[in-house]
């Protein structure tokens, strides 16, 4: 494997990913032997952008929970890296919400590819149904993985990425746009990850590191489709206003999402129609929201309720792996 030179001991004058001095966007640039860290890496939109990074020749750090799942995700980014036979990818088996934990995997990723250039983090969960019906430990680890282990990553990688100059982006979602009945622990953690990106770019910017952030709607993933298991938040979803009734397919979401790492850019739309309403005064969508969304949770009201059993876990395989704290606490023991 070719080591990563860091930046300090670099000969060019300008660092692999040196922002434009304008403040402009700069042009795409070669994830070629670029080292990329991405967690949540196992499944879902973790493990489909490693693939697409692994076809520009980036050199992949892949974190998660599931071993398995880590193994085939690094295989199939070897299948398709025009440079496999330098930068294979490499797996680390981390809790996201685990500082010490993530901290020694920044340095052991350091060390064995000699930098970081770009950090994705995008390990999450999700929970589905009224936040008075939710299990209470359950509903906390949702905030933890998504908003506190983005936190826990971004403190452990920021050293490298200033060595570097790199770029770090933020997976958030639509829900920190549009937040809707029946997910506020999603919601709120997606809120909390776009805030803190928000305000990292302008704290680290003078240091030559970029932050972005990526908005998604439903995609398809495991997550998604576990949502759609439950037949009363897949009729809620269904009666949406187009297009955010539908599931985005996973590969294209992937794809833009590679792009905008390639250009650093500050905001990532995995699906172009999140655009505009990004631009869109604040308060207007939750307002939207708040007209349709109070009616068709009374509509609802009395299957959630019955229901409710079903309800108690983060959904899909990714949160089972994840766990709540009581669960992690019986699995130490």
């Not at 685990?98 to 930098?115: E, K, S």
């Not at 970081?116 to 969960?125: E, L, M």
Request: with cysteine; net charge positive; proline share 8%.
């Amino acid at each position: 494997m070719t080591a990563h030179v860091p930046a300090e001991s670099a000969p060019a004058a300008e660092p692999p990913f040196a922002d434009d001095r304008a403040g402009r966007v700069p042009p795409s640039r070669s994830l070629a032997g670029k080292v990329v860290v991405v967690t949540g890496a196992a499944r879902g939109l973790g493990a489909a952008l490693a693939v697409k990074l692994a076809q520009r020749g980036a050199e992949l750090a892949l974190i998660g929970l599931e071993a398995d799942e880590l193994a085939r995700a690094a295989a199939a980014c070897d299948q398709v890296n025009p440079r496999a036979a330098v930068g294979r990818a490499h797996t680390w088996h981390a809790d996201v919400t685990d500082r010490a934990r993530m901290a020694a995997v920044a340095a052991d990723v350091a060390a064995l590819f000699g930098g970081v250039d770009v950090v994705v983090a995008n390990a999450g969960i999700a929970l589905g149904g009224p936040a008075a019906d939710a299990d209470p430990d359950a509903f906390d680890r949702v905030i933890e993985v998504n908003l506190l282990g983005s936190i826990a990553t971004a403190r452990a990688f920021l050293p490298a990425l200033v060595r570097s100059r790199g770029y770090l982006l933020q997976i958030a979602s639509l829900a920190a746009i549009a937040p809707a009945p029946l997910m506020a622990a999603y919601c709120a953690s997606k809120s909390g990850v776009e805030a803190f990106a928000h305000c990292l770019r302008g704290e680290v910017a003078h240091q030559g590191v970029r932050v972005g952030v990526a908005y998604l709607t439903w995609t398809d993933t495991d997550m998604v489709r576990a949502a759609d298991e439950d037949p009363v938040l897949r009729e809620m979803r269904a009666r949406l206003p187009w297009p955010a009734n539908k599931t985005a397919p996973l590969e294209p979401a992937a794809s833009r999402i590679a792009q905008g790492i390639e250009r650093r850019k500050s905001h990532v739309y995995a699906q172009p129609w999140i655009r505009p309403l990004q631009w869109l005064p604040r308060a207007a969508v939750p307002a939207a929201v708040a007209l349709r969304g109070p009616k068709e949770v009374a509509r609802l009201a009395p299957r959630l309720d019955a229901t409710s059993h079903l309800r108690r876990r983060p959904l899909g395989p990714g949160g089972r792996a994840a766990g709540t704290r009581s669960q992690r606490a019986e699995g130490s023991e």
